[in-house]
């Protein structure tokens, strides 16, 4: 999933595979860190579509810069 989301965020932003990365690893670093619990029910539901990984990984990128 994490191709995935990097995809869509490089899709989305128009950045680099090395931005794309880092944002989308930044991001699932701080979600693993402050929802561990979510983190654990999402990978065990299974594989999403590239819209689900991207509203998930946007709706973190917005909170992240906005919940310090």
Not at 7 to 33: F, H, I, N, P, T
Not at 40 to 51: L, T, V, Y
């Amino acid at each position: 999933q994490k191709i995935a989301a990097i995809k869509c965020y490089r899709a989305a932003l128009s950045v680099g595979l090395k931005e794309g990365k880092e944002a989308v690893e930044a991001m699932e670093a701080d979600l693993r860190r402050r929802q561990p619990d979510r983190f654990a029910h999402q990978k065990a539901a299974g594989k999403g579509g590239c819209a689900a990984t991207f509203l998930l990984f946007i709706g973190l990128g917005v909170a992240y810069w906005i919940i310090p």
